[in-house]
């Protein structure tokens, strides 16, 4: 019998470190446990003889199909409808009046949903304009939405959601925009045609180029899994992916003060978002 | 009008399903709409993206531009030169971040003596970020702590000390402890004893009995001495 | 109750202007630099800031010039900072300090200052330091 596979100090820190390269993501010495656990998944799933082949496998395969099948495997995608909700509020109430008067054509605005996770997140803000933004006859929006994880974009481009993620909907928006499959809930087709999801990884300043113009971006529950440099790196990007004026929506346990000195923070009734100045280049 | 929401690649210049709303409650299907965004983005319509054109880019007038490229760069080896070079007389802050946050995830040793130098600059915004950058650099910085901490300007030895707090090395309370020993400024003394508070063991405890010997008139000196022990102490 | 914001990246300092205040009877609340400051700028409103000049992300000059462009009701600044150059206690003036003091500040000088600032006079004797 071969021997069991292990994964020992040495391994695990030259792991984290190819991770932490490749995606952003810095895991403590408390997330061990979680590691080990999806590592040795993965050398499983691909027979791997030691963490060694399989390591070398993972920097050097062309493809980058099973680099990509671990980050599937590492990210954590826990999310819900209309999680955070007052910030939903502040961009129907606040943040896109202010767009709108500053606005001196008619293109769309562009909003941001980044990470997308299974789409909670995204379709949410779409709900939320179509009932509460009524600017909505007068102004079309355009909704992206991304994540470094291709099987959680899947399920998010699919849309079928089990009762959990929907128990903050109030029926009346559930029964209006979803319909029952057995125990699930399937976003309409009108919905899923209103969200265009895209793979990133916000830490790539390559990928972060060919996403731009957005007026609002909503970044929550990403920058509290990277380190201080990353989340530093990937402000930096987001002030580029924004229009003057355009604001940044953070999960309510995160704070661009202590992140970049790029944005100014905004105080709504609803929220403290930060905003990258008007007339900034 | 129709109210409208679209569905568009964020790579312009695609085709798309927009979906028309004609009420507030009745959704229905409509036209296929082209993008609207602009699809030249400005820093790309004027420079090739290679090495040498991302080092012209980095002078650019345009502050967008020079942040698009001082980011590019990180993928080029032997830029950090270039990029100390314009870090040094670069004015926008926003610019600023960017080469330094280059400069971080680069961390050799070119890299490393840019930050430095900016210790010495007038240019307070810019001395903070790169005293943030090298926090973030503790082994790259420690070979040079020693000689910093000796630097006749009390305001090097002063930033020096705050580059010390949160940067992970097993030398930085060995360092301390030679600061509130020998360093004859108050300042960079209060700085040092500061941290030691956070970071201090045991062996702290006779250097910091003789600091406030040393200042017995000072109270600032008193309490956050008196602190630190109450901290070694407690464990 | 008056109600200061202290800011300084150096936990130590805070805890120290912090003792001094609130023995003194004041509310303190603390952030760790500028723009933080500004965040409970936005929140609440303050009677008093304490402002170092070096910090991270915003230093005391970049806050204390964005605190006065704001549409707020003003309160007066004392900057505290280990430089003791004319040009660096021009350009707090300038940044819209009222007052630049010197560290380490003794306790009895800070008190003072911050009533004097306040309009207040010297607390009664058991709140004395
Ligand atoms: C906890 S979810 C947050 C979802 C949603 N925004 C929310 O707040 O509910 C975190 C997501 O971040 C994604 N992620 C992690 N690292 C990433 C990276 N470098 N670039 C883009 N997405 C990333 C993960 O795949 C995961 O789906």
Redesign the pocket.
Known sequence: MAEPLTINDEDFLKFREFFYRK???LFEDSKRYFVDKRLLERMNATASENFRSYFTMLRFQTSGEELQTLINAM??????FF?EEYQFQCLVNSMLTEIIAHRKTEIPIRIW?????SG??PYGIAIYLLEYWPQLRNWDIEIIS????TS?LNRARHGRYSARAVQYMPTILLNKYFHRDGEYFQINQELRDAVEFTR????DAAEMRTHRNFDVI?C???LI?FDDLSRKQTAESFYDALNPGGFICL?HSESMSRISALFRVRKFPEAIVYQKPWGMK | MTLAVVNVSPIANKKFHSLLIKTKSEIEMALTKAASQPTTIEDERQRIRDQAGLLIALADSNPLVRRWAARDLLTYSNVSAALVERLLIETEPSVIEVILTTLTRIGDECAIEGLIRCLRTENAMLRNAAIEAMKLLPDEIAPFISHLLNDPDPDVRIFTVDVLESLRHPQVESWLIRVITEDAHLNVCGAAVDLLGEVGSECARPALLALKQRFPEEPYIQFAADLALTRIAAG | MKRILIIDDAATVRLYHRGILENAGFTVVEAVNGLEALEHVANTVFDLYLVDINMPKLDGYGFLRELRSKDIPQAPAIMVSTEAAVNDQKLAYASGANLYLIKPVRPQRLLSHVLTLLGLTLPNPDHSL
């Open positions: 995606t952003g993501i990210t954590v995608n826990e999310t819900y999680r949903s980044v990470p997308s996770s909670e997140e991304s994540d470094i994880d959680i990133i990884n916000v830490t909503f929550r529950n990403l899994y999960g």
